[in-house]
């Protein structure tokens, strides 16, 4: 299976200041369709995951623009570019392009303010 | 509104069979893949499993740790999503979510349920 690592795994921010969360994987996420199937979701305590951005860059709709996600590859990184109360939580990446076997997850990262 | 509302969750002894419903709405529910993801207590995201829709045959794939225990199917005239349970593990426990989509859509696991606590003792 598709290795995701993540870090930092904790992450304590000051609100107001930007936060930064690296996923890398174990191989390419590029499939043969030449879309890569790289995802970020936010948990927050208490709450289903929720997806914030799909395929590498595309946010979802009613997510904050001061989300942003970017990277190719193996190299992957979540963004938030002023956290504010409400992002506290578990934020994981998740690859969908090699299955069969598996989709994967980072281990996932926890964000608390500071 | 797009809904997933999963149920049939519960205290099952090991050896025993559970199944949980995903009922859909807000979408046409025979155009999209579904999913199941779980989350064991205090740890992350893995994946269940997965069923294509009718337009890709229906089929199925599934998590090793899973595969020959689990099957997952599909009611398209009623919306609702199936996850059937045998030869359920301690290590089955965990909060179960349904998801739409998957493999290679354009928008995979973009809803996701409340979730189902199911809880494997003796």
């Known amino acids: 299976d598709v290795v995701m690592t993540q870090s930092p795994l904790s992450l304590p921010v000051t609100l107001g200041q930007p936060a930064s969360i690296s996923c890398r994987s174990s191989?390419?996420?590029?499939?043969?369709?030449?879309?890569?199937?790289l995802n970020w979701f936010q948990q927050r305590p208490g709450q289903s995951p929720r997806r914030l951005i799909y395929k590498v860059s595309n946010r979802d709709s009613g997510v904050p623009d001061r989300f942003s996600g970017s990277g190719s590859g193996t190299d992957f990184t979540l963004k938030i570019s002023r956290v504010e109360a409400e992002d506290v939580g578990v934020y994981y990446c998740?690859?969908?392009?090699?299955?069969?076997?598996?989709?994967?997850f980072g281990q996932g990262t926890r964000l608390e303010i500071k | 509104e797009v809904q997933l509302v999963e149920s049939g969750g519960g205290l099952v002894q090991p050896g025993r069979s559970l199944r949980l419903s995903c009922t859909a709405s807000?979408?046409?529910?025979?155009?999209?893949?579904m999913s199941w993801f779980r989350q064991a207590p205090g740890k992350g995201l893995e994946w269940v499993g997965f069923?294509?829709?009718?337009?890709?045959?229906?089929?199925?794939e599934y998590a090793a740790s899973v595969k020959g225990r689990f099957t997952i199917s599909r009611d398209d005239s009623k919306s609702i999503a199936y996850l059937q349970m045998n030869s359920l593990k301690t290590e089955d426990t965990a909060v179960y979510y349904c998801t739409r989509g998957g493999g290679y859509d354009d928008s995979p696991f973009d809803y996701w349920g409340q979730g189902t606590l199911v809880t494997v003792s003796s």
């Open positions: 998740m690859q969908g392009t090699h299955w069969p076997p598996s989709i994967t």
């Open positions: 069923i294509r829709s009718k337009a890709y045959g229906g089929t199925t």
């Open positions: 807000g979408f046409t529910f025979g155009d999209y893949a």
């Open positions: 191989q390419s996420l590029v499939y043969s369709d030449g879309n890569t199937y």
